[in-house]
């Protein structure tokens, strides 16, 4: 089955090992929306993308039928904002990610989001 250009598709492990290949559709381009990062963390895929220049960040959960997805509503939408995962290794991610966020007017912060939590909070 064709999918559409530089769409990402993602299908679980245990489907594809079991010989399925039905990929689903988790995030596709449009005119003014364009995919800018994802990464993996503690089983969840986290993605970064715009919408008319404005970061939108969403979280992904692999099902063996569907993939489940929340937006990341806690996550700064002003300014310049990266995620990124906390460890180094992605077989040892516990659902911490860390955040920078700045704009022209408040200085970089790092904040701390927990994924499994939904909690948000401020490094010192």
């Known amino acids: 089955m064709p999918h559409p250009a530089d769409a990402l598709i993602g299908i679980s492990l245990s489907s594809f ?29 986290i993605i970064s993308y715009l919408v008319n220049l404005d970061a939108r960040f969403e979280m992904f959960t692999p099902d063996r039928q569907e993939w489940t997805r929340r937006a ?3 996550v700064p939408a002003e300014g310049t904002v990266h995620l990124g995962s906390l460890d180094a290794e992605r077989h040892e991610t516990n659902g911490e990610v860390l955040i920078s966020a700045q704009d022209p007017i408040t200085p970089r912060k790092l904040l701390l989001l927990d994924l499994n939590a939904e909690g948000l909070s401020a490094l010192q």
């Open 17 to 45: 090992m079991a010989g399925e290949r039905s990929f689903a559709i988790l995030f596709e381009p449009g005119d003014r929306r364009s995919l800018q990062s994802f990464f993996w963390n503690n089983g969840k895929l």
């Open 72 to 74: 990341l509503d806690t």
